[in-house]
């Protein structure tokens, strides 16, 4: 069966946001997942590699994937406004796929700048089945002080991210409370760039 996949807009806080719901291909649904992307301001969009692997991943293993572009990317309008307004985007989004599936449960998920998003955005909701953390860039000073909550948090990092080093995540995720885990995909950069592949299945086995 080929991809079901569903162009539209959404709703946003600062006008329409461009949008992809995809389905599985084979068997009901047995959760949605919102993906959201990387930094807007270094080339991030819906259709980074990726993002693009994270939401195939999450869709072989039964999800709606809804990803959307944060505002002043393609065709979404605003600007982008430092993480603040791209946060209530991605809420505006969750509530849009929430909305049309009001009865599976629901994951949050995203990709580097996405992943502080998604793990802001997952604490907001203790009824979130999981938050999906995909390079969990530590650079940023407050990283420390995101993912407390008592969300299922769960970890997919490079063995070599140049923006969230092992020994700075591992310190970091050492200090969260509740159920959590982390997976390892050996890579030799940030973008999984030599390991999409294994990155993808690993997606899978979340």
Not at 44 to 59: D, I, Q, S, W, Y
Not at 141 to 152: E, H, I, N, V
Not at 164 to 181: A, T
């Amino acid at each position: 069966m080929a991809r079901r996949i569903e162009s539209l807009f959404i709703p946003g806080p600062a006008g329409k946001l461009e949008a992809l719901l995809e389905k599985p291909e084979h068997g009901d649904p047995r959760e949605t997942a919102l993906v959201c992307h990387l930094h807007p301001n270094h080339g991030g969009t819906m259709r980074n590699k990726v993002v693009h692997r994270l939401a195939r991943g999450l869709r072989r293993s039964g999800s709606i994937v809804l990803r959307f572009n944060f505002r002043g990317v393609h065709l979404s309008e605003g600007a982008y406004d430092h993480g603040k307004g791209e946060l209530d985007d991605a809420r505006a989004a969750l509530e849009f796929l929430r909305g049309r599936y009001p009865e599976l449960p629901f994951s949050i998920a995203g990709f580097s700048f996405g992943s502080r998003i998604a793990l802001k955005l997952g604490c907001e909701f203790p009824d979130a089945a999981r938050i999906i953390v995909v390079g969990f860039p530590t650079v940023y000073q407050d990283a420390q002080f995101l993912g407390r909550c008592s969300t299922p948090r769960y970890f997919l990092q490079s063995t070599n991210d140049e923006f969230g080093p092992r020994k700075e995540l591992e310190r970091y995720y050492d200090q969260l409370q509740g159920r959590k885990r982390i997976m390892w995909v050996e890579s030799k950069d940030h973008f999984f760039s030599d390991a999409l592949d294994p990155f993808e299945t690993a997606v899978t086995r979340l």
